[in-house]
């Protein structure tokens, strides 16, 4: 089934390390890809989203993605991670049709230390 | 802040009341959506409205009636639900088709609890 996946449940990081945050995908043609984020007890933020064009994309609060083709994958990177970036983090694709259907990875819980 | 509102954002209800959980998105977004989630799971699709008509049931109970009366508001009306139906219930809306390149604003949720 075409789906996005995510392998980690959770991702633990100190602050002021790099952090990624992984995503593979199985869709056939050219993917409509998204990460969103949810901190506790809130809606889903939209951080970024891959259309067409260049393969890295620069998002919401340093966050960017590269989206690699050969590798089916569309990680989530920021250089220097912040103990306020800790939430759930959802990869999402675009299902296709003519409304926007979004469907969800699993997510990844990301803990930054201090 | 989130440019969709959800009201209200905490509902307790029993089994055998009548509730409604209202949308309002002033974005002039054609396409709207309920989704359900549960604790840290992934939203899971419930209803979507395309110009006001529905377009895609994800085979929901009947006990969720949605409602779609202008392009703004999208309600999510509530009878006799069960206690396995207390999750966070996302609005969400969208421009239609590939004009937005399918990204979808989210409210903040209301936070349904069944007893």
């Known amino acids: 089934a075409q789906s996005v996946a995510q392998p980690e449940d959770q991702v633990n990081v100190a602050e002021g390390n790099p952090l990624t945050v992984k995503c593979t995908y199985s869709?056939?043609?050219?993917?409509?890809l998204f990460w969103y984020v949810q901190y506790p007890n809130r809606g889903l933020q939209f951080l970024l989203k891959y259309i067409t064009g260049d393969n890295l994309v620069k998002g919401s609060y340093g966050f960017e993605a590269e989206f690699n083709k050969s590798q089916t994958s569309f990680h989530l990177k920021k250089p220097s991670a912040l103990v306020s970036d800790s939430a759930l983090y959802f990869c999402?694709?675009?299902?296709?049709?003519?409304?926007?259907?979004?469907?969800f990875g699993t997510g990844t819980l990301l803990a930054v230390q201090p | 802040d989130t440019e969709v509102t959800q009201t209200p954002k905490h509902l307790v209800m029993g089994m055998t009341n009548k509730k409604s959980l209202k949308c309002e998105q002033h974005m002039g977004h054609r396409a709207m959506y309920w989704y359900k989630q549960k604790a840290k799971k992934p939203p899971e699709l419930m209803f979507v409205?395309?110009?006001?008509?529905?377009?895609i049931n994800e085979s929901v109970p009947s006990r969720f009636s949605p409602e779609c009366p202008n392009s703004s508001l999208l309600n999510l009306h509530l009878h006799a639900l069960q206690p396995e139906d207390s999750a966070l219930y996302l609005c969400?809306?969208?421009?239609?088709?590939?004009?937005?390149?399918?990204?979808?604003?989210f409210g903040e949720g209301s936070r349904l609890t069944v007893l």
């Open positions: 999402a694709r675009r299902d296709g049709g003519a409304t926007n259907k979004l469907i």
């Open positions: 869709v056939s043609g050219n993917p409509y």
């Open positions: 969400a809306s969208s421009q239609v088709g590939t004009g937005g390149n399918g990204e979808l604003f």
């Open positions: 409205y395309s110009y006001e008509k529905l377009s």
